[in-house]
């Protein structure tokens, strides 16, 4: 079970980081 909460958590960050980038990117 802890280790499908930490690829849930690592899924988010994964996403979170993607956004940030995508944001740079257009600016």
């Known amino acids: 079970m802890a ?3 930490k ?3 690592i899924a988010r ?3 979170a980081l993607a ?3 995508a944001r ?3 600016e």
């Open 13 to 15: 960050i994964d996403r």
């Open 19 to 21: 956004y940030i980038e």
């Open 24 to 26: 740079m990117a257009a």
């Open 7 to 9: 690829e849930r958590v």
């Open 3 to 5: 280790l499908v909460g």
